[in-house]
């Protein structure tokens, strides 16, 4: 089945530790998307990107990177930066850049500070 | 910048009651998607309006849009405890889309 996976599930950070959360994706979308969800608020935005080797900042991009060296790949890097990185990272993807078309989501990762 | 509130925040019901959730933009939408996240997991894709006045109706849920393309809402019909999680609107103006904060159903057997 074509889908979005996200990895790990769970994810600890040590203060000053800079963490990756995996994205990857086979349902050949151009357009992938990461979201943070802190309770009682929205999804809010971090990173996007339209195209392989392209990509643009969200609303809080602050204190995160990304990279899309892969059509299939997007992977989240939490830096040191990020002062208060816990929440539920989602990533997402359409098919065509910036389409209509409904986001596919993955099944998130919970990061937490040691 | 564009703006989209959702309200109430949290909605507990009674197992067959109703069930209505607005969402609100500050700007004119192009269109607006409706999601449902159960608990723990991941928001699934619902419904997309794309007309003035539009109204759709999957089962037990009836989505509307506005006539001025600011506002949208989702009405469950006698709810389940299937019904149970945070439902949240995206709407989109241009190339922006903005999520809700959600509305999160709870339902009492």
Same mark, same amino acid.
């Given at each position: #089945?074509?889908?979005?996976?996200?990895?790990?599930?769970?994810?600890?950070?040590?203060?000053?530790?800079?963490?990756? /959360?995996?994205?990857?994706?086979? /349902?050949? !979308? #151009?357009?992938?998307?990461?979201?943070?969800?802190?309770?009682?608020?929205? /999804?809010?935005?971090? +990173?996007?990107?339209?195209?392989?080797?392209?990509?643009?900042?969200? #609303? =809080?991009?602050?204190?995160?990177?990304?990279?899309?060296?892969?059509?299939?790949?997007?992977?989240?890097?939490?830096?040191?930066?990020?002062?208060?990185?816990?929440?539920? +990272?989602?990533?997402?993807?359409?098919?065509?850049?910036?389409?209509?078309?409904?986001? !596919?989501?993955? #099944?998130?990762?919970? /990061?937490? =500070?040691? | 910048?564009?703006? %989209?509130?959702?309200?109430?925040?949290?909605?507990? %019901?009674?197992?067959?009651?109703?069930?209505?959730?607005?969402?609100?933009?500050?700007? @004119?939408l192009?269109?607006i998607?409706?999601?449902?996240?159960?608990?723990?997991?991941?928001? &699934?894709?619902?419904?997309?309006l %794309?007309?003035?006045?539009? &109204?759709?109706?999957?089962?037990?849920?009836?989505?509307?849009?506005?006539?001025?393309?600011?506002?949208s809402?989702?009405?469950?019909?006698? @709810?389940?405890? @299937?019904? %149970?999680?945070?439902?949240?609107?995206?709407g989109?103006?241009?190339?922006?889309?903005?999520?809700?904060?959600? @509305?999160?159903?709870? &339902?009492?057997?």
């Amino acid at each position: #089945d074509g889908g979005i996976t996200q990895s790990p599930k769970y994810l600890f950070r040590k203060e000053g530790q800079n963490v990756t /959360l995996s994205c990857e994706q086979n /349902l050949n !979308h #151009d357009a992938m998307y990461w979201y943070r969800q802190d309770p009682g608020q929205g /999804l809010r935005l971090i +990173y996007y990107s339209q195209i392989v080797n392209d990509f643009q900042k969200g #609303d =809080i991009a602050e204190g995160y990177s990304v990279s899309r060296e892969k059509k299939e790949s997007f992977p989240l890097t939490v830096t040191s930066a990020q002062k208060n990185p816990t929440a539920f +990272y989602l990533c997402a993807s359409t098919q065509g850049p910036k389409s209509n078309q409904p986001q !596919h989501f993955g #099944d998130g990762t919970r /990061l937490s =500070i040691l | 910048g564009q703006q %989209v509130m959702q309200i109430p925040q949290y909605q507990h %019901v009674q197992e067959g009651e109703d069930f209505t959730t607005y969402c609100n933009s500050s700007t @004119t939408l192009s269109n607006i998607q409706w999601y449902k996240q159960r608990p723990g997991g991941h928001p &699934v894709f619902l419904i997309q309006l %794309v007309k003035s006045g539009e &109204v759709k109706k999957q089962k037990r849920l009836t989505f509307q849009f506005g006539e001025a393309k600011k506002n949208s809402s989702l009405h469950i019909t006698a @709810t389940q405890t @299937t019904d %149970v999680g945070t439902y949240f609107c995206a709407g989109r103006e241009a190339s922006d889309m903005r999520f809700g904060a959600g @509305t999160r159903l709870t &339902v009492k057997p």
